[in-house]
């Protein structure tokens, strides 16, 4: 079987989307054809669309020229060879992340073509017994819902992310994460408390501060107050790129810190574990390199004793993919979840709607070969605003 082509299409809500709401920023969707028929379906997240088109879309753009009439064979031989075409050029940034996205529809090629769901060719279901949930002994994988609002920093943010969130729960939600963004010490706490206290003891909870602060202390005063509310992890305290900040505030407090929804390639990500402290890391599957890089560094996290909870704040395509993750990985108990419930977007509920079904909280290893989703041409026609 050979690659014969590669289609990069621009879709999303508008092109002024604002993401903090819950709408589809443009978003290029990328499909792999080949000559026996079989179609790869991906997604890149955050590669502006001019960027997707030059490296992407079609035997002319930078890895179309190189992976257009490849033979298909393992993934990782694909993923090598792309890499190793960028040595002398940019190794991260967007063009890691276009390797990214077309490794996952090389593997949703790869699946359908051994007739296997993607999680069985990265090695099978190792999920641990730990990682079950008491509420469900059976292997699964387990979303938390991002919960955002409209407003930041005022008691309007604390009520519509709580009210949110506790819609969420009735739904069978088993994981949430508040964000307090762009808001006090006092409100950061505050979010904390009253969502723990309304969402009672037994879903997980974790709060996500936007890369709020920029010194440890004001960090650590939230952290002892927030300690008590049994905090699954601290996102993004500092910006991401000093590891002496997140060495010290993890020196300091019990509370489990996580970054790195947007490292790229894997040793972003193992550089903050080892000299950070840091010990959960959340690359997109997409971003961080696809899934053969994503599968490595499952390896790189359970030997640094970390944890790998990807990140995903773009639809539920890439969602697919990082089911399949989560699903192979010893140290993925969670995953992150756009929930199209709780936002005003005809798009991402309807791909939501497509994707792998999440069912009193958690998604079922699926049987399909692949990724275990197909986006209809007539959707990408409707949303597409690439003109
Ligand atoms: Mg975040």
């Known amino acids: 079987m050979k690659i014969i082509d590669i289609k990069v299409d ?9 993401p903090d709401k819950g709408g589809v920023e443009p978003l290029a969707i990328v499909r792999i054809y080949t000559n026996e028929g079989i179609v790869g ?64 529809a090389v593997w949703d090629i790869y699946g359908k073509m051994m007739q296997q769901p993607i999680y069985e060719l990265l090695g099978g279901i190792q999920r641990s017994f730990f990682q079950h949930p008491a509420s469900s002994p059976t292997v699964e994988a387990v ?35 508040v964000e307090p963004m762009m808001s006090s010490i006092e409100n950061t706490i505050a979010l904390a408390r ?28 939230v952290c002892r107050e927030i300690e008590e509310y049994d905090i699954y992890f601290f996102e993004t305290p500092f910006p991401v790129d000093s590891f002496e900040t997140y060495k010290s505030l993890a020196k300091r407090t019990d509370i489990p810190l996580a970054m790195g929804e947007h490292s790229v390639g894997r040793s972003e990500a193992v550089q903050m574990i080892k000299y950070g402290d840091v010990s959960v890391v959340q690359s997109y599957i997409s971003t961080g390199g696809g899934l053969t890089e994503a599968k490595r560094l499952v390896a790189s996290a359970t030997d640094l004793g970390a944890m790998y909870i990807p990140g995903n704040w773009s639809t539920q395509l890439l969602g697919a993919a990082t089911v399949h993750l989560a699903l192979f990985s010893t140290v993925t108990p969670y995953y992150e979840f756009a929930p199209a419930e709780i936002f005003d977007s005809d798009l991402r509920q309807e791909i939501q709607n497509l994707g792998l079904p999440v069912v009193n909280g958690a998604v079922h290893p699926p049987t399909t070969p692949g990724l275990g989703i197909e986006i209809p041409q007539s959707l990408i026609d409707r949303f597409r605003i690439d003109g």
Request: proline share 4%; with cysteine; glycine share 8%.
């Open 41 to 104: 379906l991906s997604e890149s997240f955050r590669v502006p669309p001019g960027v997707a088109l030059a490296v992407m879309n079609g035997k002319d753009s930078f890895l179309g020229s190189r992976l257009i009439g490849q033979t298909l064979s393992h993934p990782e031989r694909l993923w090598q060879l792309l890499y190793d075409s960028i040595l002398h050029y940019n190794r991260r940034g967007w063009i890691t992340m276009c390797i990214g996205a077309l490794d996952i």
């Open 10 to 18: 621009i879709i999303g809500d508008s092109v002024d989307t604002d």
């Open 143 to 177: 979303p938390y819902c991002t919960i955002v609002s409209e407003k930041w920093d005022c008691e309007d943010m604390i009520c519509s992310q709580i009210e949110r969130a506790l819609l969420l729960k009735d739904l069978g939600y088993r994981g949430f994460k």
């Open 194 to 221: 009253r969502a723990r206290e309304a969402l009672g003891p037994d879903v997980m909870l974790a709060v996500d501060v936007g890369y709020r602060f920029n010194d440890v202390n004001s960090a650590l005063k």
